[in-house]
Structures are given as structure tokens and as C-alpha cells.
């Protein structure tokens, strides 16, 4: 059971827009800025989006992220099949004293 | 460009100790800008937070694991390096490193490494 609540899964046409969500509290998400994560299959995770909004250089801008209370969301607009990949959320927690991770979401690109 | 590489057994029998090392390259170890961590990822599951050293060589650990965790650096070969102890079949995963962001509130971790399976197993 992971601190961070994700979906399990998301999935969109070639075009469209999705959004994956990570739920979380105050202890974490609430007081803390968010990270985001993709996992392509069989590879490491790398770095997507950081301090709840900001893209690292390199990443598309078809990939954005939001915060609201203690509530995130990844948006990937323009969806393409290269997409496909699992999206992690991260965020400090103050009672953990360490960092927490949603669950993941597989993201299929129909 | 900073990378990072795990090195170590592959193979690790029951109640034995893990050993892993991770060789920066491309940028120095003693930076004080940032932290060095292990995160593992069982097969077909989510990540998970090992632990941390900071640039002092003071150390962060997960409270669940905690008890059997040791995080050291050497800074001589810009390596850092993870012993897990008295490990079980649960222990069975990929196990990564990565460079923190930060100093006492860290989860922005960039770049990874490739990663290593570790597999517990008599």
C-alpha cells in the first residue's frame, strides 16, 4: 500500500489528452512540492516533471503538472505512442521523515 | 553529464548481506548541493525509498528498513555504496541509485542509474 494514491492504469488515443492523479495528505503532498516520474519499459525512471510544475531541459512541454491542496496531477497532452510508460508521483513526507511514491499508473496508448 | 552505475551481486542467498556500489561519474561526489540515495523496485511493483547520504557523509534510512541498512561513501573513487543485512526473498528487486536534490527535504532524485536485479534466493 503506497502513502501516494495513484491510479493503477490511464489510457488514451494518439492526440488526446490524459491526466493521472496522485492523492495524497498534508503531511506530504499538503506541505510538499511533488515530483513526477516516467518508467519506460525495462529502463530506470527519470525525472519528468519537478516542484510540482517544472519541466527538466529536454522534457516535451506536451507533458505538464499540477498541485492543489493535497491533490497532483500529471497532464500529457498530444499523446503519442512513445507515451507508453509507467508515471510515478513523489513528495516528501514529514511524518516518514523520508520520501513517499504512488503506486505508479500504466499509461497504454491505444 | 553526471551518470551513475550499480555494480554487485546479482545473487544473494537467505539471510545473507547485499552488497552494492554506485561509481559517479561525470561530476564529484562531494558536492554540497546534493544527496546520494539506493531506491529498489521489486519485480512488477512500485519504487521504494532506501536511503540517503548527504554530502557530510551523515545518512537518512527508511524506518522500515532502518535496522538493516548501511550507506557509506568513498570519496577517493566517487563511489557510495549500500549493505542490506539479513535479507529475505522480500529484498528481491531492482535496486537503483540516484542523485538528490537538496539537503534535508529530498525527493527530486535526477539522474538514475541503470539499475541492478538483485534476486534472494538459496
Known amino acids: 500500500q503506497s502513502v501516494l494514491t495513484q491510479p493503477a492504469s490511464a489510457s488514451g488515443t494518439p492526440g488526446q489528452r490524459v491526466t493521472i492523479s496522485c492523492s495524497g495528505s498534508?503531511?506530504?503532498?499538503?506541505?510538499?512540492?511533488v515530483h513526477w516520474y516516467q518508467q519506460l519499459p525495462g529502463a530506470a525512471p527519470k525525472l519528468l516533471i519537478y516542484?510540482?510544475?517544472q519541466r527538466p531541459s529536454g522534457v516535451p512541454d506536451r507533458f505538464s503538472g499540477s498541485k492543489s491542496g493535497t491533490s497532483a496531477s500529471l497532464a500529457v497532452s498530444g499523446l503519442q505512442s512513445e507515451d507508453e510508460a509507467d508515471y510515478y508521483c513523489a513528495a516528501w513526507d514529514d511524518r516518514l521523515t523520508g520520501p513517499v511514491f504512488g503506486g505508479g499508473t500504466k499509461l497504454t496508448v491505444l | 553529464q553526471l551518470q551513475l552505475q550499480e555494480s554487485g551481486s546479482g545473487l544473494v542467498k537467505p539471510s545473507q548481506t547485499l552488497s552494492l556500489t554506485c561509481t559517479v561519474s561525470?561530476?564529484?561526489?562531494?558536492?554540497?548541493?546534493?544527496?546520494w540515495s539506493w531506491i529498489r523496485q521489486p519485480p512488477g511493483k512500485g519504487l521504494e525509498w532506501i536511503g540517503y547520504m548527504y554530502h557530510s557523509g551523515s545518512t537518512s534510512y527508511n524506518p522500515s528498513l532502518k535496522s538493516r541498512v548501511t550507506i557509506s561513501v568513498d570519496r577517493s573513487k566517487n563511489q557510495f555504496s549500500l549493505k542490506l543485512n539479513s535479507v529475505t526473498a522480500a529484498d528481491t528487486a531492482v535496486y537503483y541509485c540516484?542523485?538528490?536534490?537538496?539537503?534535508?527535504?529530498?525527493?527530486?532524485?535526477?539522474?538514475w542509474g541503470q539499475g541492478t536485479l538483485v534476486t534472494v534466493s538459496s
Open positions: 561525470g561530476g564529484s561526489i562531494s558536492s554540497d548541493t546534493y544527496s
Open positions: 498534508s503531511s506530504n503532498i499538503g506541505d510538499n512540492t
Open positions: 540516484a542523485r538528490g536534490f537538496g539537503v534535508l527535504i529530498i525527493s527530486r532524485f535526477d539522474p
Open positions: 516542484s510540482n510544475t
